[in-house]
């Protein structure tokens, strides 16, 4: 399935490889004067603009930033995609480093809905998110402990990896 995705993606990215931007804000000269965490698609470089493209082709971004992470240019983008938020960092050659889609906490695998109900005292009010990094993928849970707002980010055996308080 993951092979037939890349191969999918590569034959789109071969195909608008060579093609320019010709989203109206590349026209107006308006668009140079945004602010300096906003950035427009048409100031993307090609190979990361169309992932983008491709990524949340029928959606909205909502976000789209420029970061440099270890030296090496990222793109932020969030959005809402067929009715589902979602994040990616998007490397200058198109590469996706990460992708993260909002998901229902009932659909999460047995033992992370089971740490984290374990973890909160309850599932009631939680929001969940499916994350896949380098190839590995994880699981995002927001909520509230002791009336304070915790992000865990665990595996899929339902181990806590990261608890952002």
């Known amino acids: 399935m993951q092979s037939r995705i ?3 993606v590569l034959a789109v990215i071969a195909a608008a ?28 470089p090609a190979p990361a603009r169309t992932m983008i493209e491709i990524l949340t082709s029928g959606g909205k971004i909502e976000k789209l ?4 992470e270890g030296g090496k240019v990222m793109y932020d983008i969030e959005g809402v995609v067929r009715g589902q938020y979602v994040e990616f960092d998007i490397a200058e050659d198109g590469t996706v480093m990460t992708a993260q889609q909002s998901m229902a906490f009932k659909n ?8 984290c109900i374990n973890y909160f005292g309850s599932k009631k009010g939680l929001k969940a998110s499916r994350e896949v990094e380098e190839g ?8 509230k402990k002791d009336n304070k707002p915790v992000a865990l980010k665990l595996d899929d055996t339902g181990k806590i990896v990261e608890e952002e308080k």
């Open 136 to 143: 590995k993928i994880f699981y995002e849970v927001e909520g």
């Open 65 to 68: 930033e420029k970061e440099e």
């Open 17 to 44: 490889g060579i093609s320019g931007c010709a989203c109206p804000a590349c026209w107006s000269k308006a668009s140079a004067k945004q602010a300096a965490d906003k950035l427009s698609l048409c100031e993307v």
């Open 108 to 115: 999460l695998p047995c033992p992370v809905k089971t740490a």
């Open 6 to 8: 890349f191969i999918c």
